[in-house]
């Protein structure tokens, strides 16, 4: 019987459980290569001129934010190092409470003490509808918001005069877990804003047709594309705490499978 096979299994599971627990509490980092969709959006950001205006559009529910949360903080991280302003939009009933949690946590305030909000950043709360509200925002922000999220009259709020309509907005940055139809036939092509999709991985198929036509500018996917937006960024999170899960789990399982074929070769040879 080969050495491997006397140790007893649940010491492998223990192990596994500790390589998870480790990028978990402290993201390594460990590099993946980051698609040119992802870079695209990266580089998009770094070329707006000061002064430019973005709208991050956010239309995911609760039960998908786990795949969204690490490229929303590391974008609006990005955002905030630029020198640009940027309106946050929710088209998503849940969405204005999970991006606060994201701004809670950048500490703004503290990090970025030349950001105001209201002149350099705001949010707005959520705006019902689906595709009809992405027509209505963009064809008259004022008459769709009157309060921002926290119940300022938006008239109160230096930024949002910058903000009418779609005309104003020189990226649209939109965080989604739905299908590319309504998002691309309003703001794209109805209103010819730029456009930055960052779906779900389960939607991204839907999207890659509008991207090969080149009809958005960039596409991020899931939390792999947040992964690599965290490494461009140089803000190891969520996201890539999730890829060295799995980068771990891989080579942990390779590792075995040629620990165990050494030790059956081994076995056999000696006629155990």
Not at 81 to 91: A, L
Not at 248 to 269: P, Q, S
Request: net charge negative; glycine share 8%; with cysteine.
């Amino acid at each position: 019987m080969g050495a491997l096979r006397k140790i007893d299994r649940r010491f492998f599971m223990l192990m596994l459980l500790i390589l998870f627990i480790i990028p978990a509490v402290r993201p390594l980092g460990i590099p993946i290569p980051v698609s040119k969709y992802t870079k695209e959006v990266y580089d998009y950001i770094n070329s707006l001129p000061p002064g430019s205006l973005v709208v991050v559009a956010t239309d995911v529910d609760v039960a998908l934010w786990p795949e969204e949360r690490a490229f929303t903080k590391a974008v609006l991280w990005h955002l905030l190092q630029r020198p640009i302003k940027f309106v946050i939009v929710n088209f998503g009933p849940d969405s204005p409470v999970l991006i606060n949690t994201v701004l809670e946590e950048l500490n703004i305030e503290k990090t970025f003490p030349n950001k105001k909000y209201g002149e350099d950043y705001v949010l707005l709360g959520y705006l019902a509808g689906g595709e009809t509200a992405y027509a209505a925002f963009c064809t008259d922000v004022h008459a769709v918001y009157e309060t921002d999220y926290f119940g300022t009259p938006i008239e109160e709020l230096p930024i949002m005069k910058e903000l009418k309509d779609s005309s104003d907005i020189d990226l649209l940055i939109h965080i989604t877990g739905a299908d590319a139809d309504a998002p691309v036939r309003q703001f794209v092509s109805t209103f010819h804003i730029p456009y930055a999709a960052a779906p779900t991985i389960g939607w991204v198929p839907t999207y890659m047709p509008y991207y090969d036509a080149g009809l958005l500018i960039g596409l991020i996917q899931g939390v792999r594309g947040g992964a690599e937006y965290e490494l461009l960024v140089k803000r190891p999170g969520v996201g890539l705490a999730t890829t060295d899960c799995l980068t771990l789990g891989f080579l942990y399982v390779i590792i075995l499978m040629i620990l165990g074929n050494i030790d059956y070769f081994a076995t056999r040879k000696k006629g155990g």
